[in-house]
């Protein structure tokens, strides 16, 4: 991507995915057993090559394809799981060693109607993290 730097690279991604993404309304309004299946299986290969051709994800899925994509550019990142065991987001670590948090998921809304992105670049804190 020519001259952009790691951010610069990270960013552009992270704007173009949720540009294109939305979240599995069958999830929001499923029942448990719905959620539970659809949460399942939302980070096999089968399930990420799936929502990248129908554009619908859940917070699993779209952080497992952020880390495929972001992996493919050589930035160190990786999905992790909040505390409260459901929602799911990504850590970068760049170069310099600088580590923060990316929520794409949580920044959608933003994204796609043109404003700031609010889950972007959160600091690391071990002790708090979402």
Known sequence: MGDMSEEE????????LGQKMDFDLHYTFGNKQERTKILRRSSSEE????AMED?????????YILER????FGTSIRTVTAENGIHVYNIVKLKNGREYILDLEDDLEYIQSGAKTQAFGLPLDENKQK
């Open 9 to 16: 690279i990270i960013r552009y991604v992270y704007i173009n």
């Open 69 to 72: 994509i972001l992996t493919e």
């Open 47 to 50: 399930a990420l090559d799936k």
């Open 55 to 63: 554009h619908t994800i859940i917070c699993k899925s779209l952080s």
